[in-house]
């Protein structure tokens, strides 16, 4: 099984700038596939993150990821929600779908037409069974552990197998944050 690829989350409040160079750092870094940014921040980071193979999705209204010319959109909504955002960006963008700790909601956003799911991995668990293995068991659609995660909860969280992981947000803080951060957890991977 290959392990995890890192899914990045931008925090709100800070320059595009600076989410572009912990960016870049973190790609030297590891294996970032993905990075979830606010409408408010798609223009500027869409294509240099693109330039640099990570797939852009928005967080907020399907127009804003078509105006960006970002690779989908992650919404945090009912099933309906999921639809109305494939309907309107078509089969050539991806829809995300964050679930929190709901197996309810994830299945039916996965029926809705989601391309992965989002979990809060820390949340409670129906039987004692943590969520993301459940799914991963379960189902085929890619999930991501969205809390995120230190390098020592790797040894909790990688047997349950997820697709994507999402580093500490102390990554932001700037470039050089990013490549240690990044590296921590690569070498966990590894």
């Known amino acids: 099984m290959n392990p995890p690829r890192l899914f990045l989350v931008a925090p709100g409040g800070v320059a595009a700038t600076q989410i572009i160079a912990c960016l870049k750092a973190a790609c030297q870094a590891g294996d970032v596939a993905s990075l979830l940014v606010s409408a408010a921040l798609a223009k500027e980071v869409t294509k240099p993150a693109q330039d640099l193979g990570v797939a852009v999705m928005v967080s907020g209204e399907a127009r804003d990821a078509a105006r ?11 099933a309906e929600a999921v639809a109305a955002a494939r309907e309107q960006l078509g089969k050539d963008r991806f829809v995300g779908a964050y ?8 299945m039916e956003a996965a029926e809705a037409g989601a391309d992965y799911i989002a979990f809060d991995q820390t949340g ?20 991501v552990a ?12 990688l047997p349950q197998k997820p697709d994507f992981i999402r580093p500490s947000g102390a990554m932001w803080q700037g470039a050089d944050d990013a490549r240690r951060i990044v590296s921590a957890l690569m070498q966990r991977l590894g």
């Open 146 to 157: 969205f809390t995120p995660v230190e390098p020592a909860g790797l040894d909790i969280l």
């Open 124 to 143: 409670a668990s129906a039987g004692g069974e943590p969520i993301i293995r459940w799914w991963s068991d379960m189902m085929e659609i890619p999930c």
């Open 99 to 106: 679930a929190g700790a709901s197996r309810h909601f994830a």
């Open 68 to 78: 960006a010319g970002a690779d989908g959109i992650q919404v945090e909504a009912g």
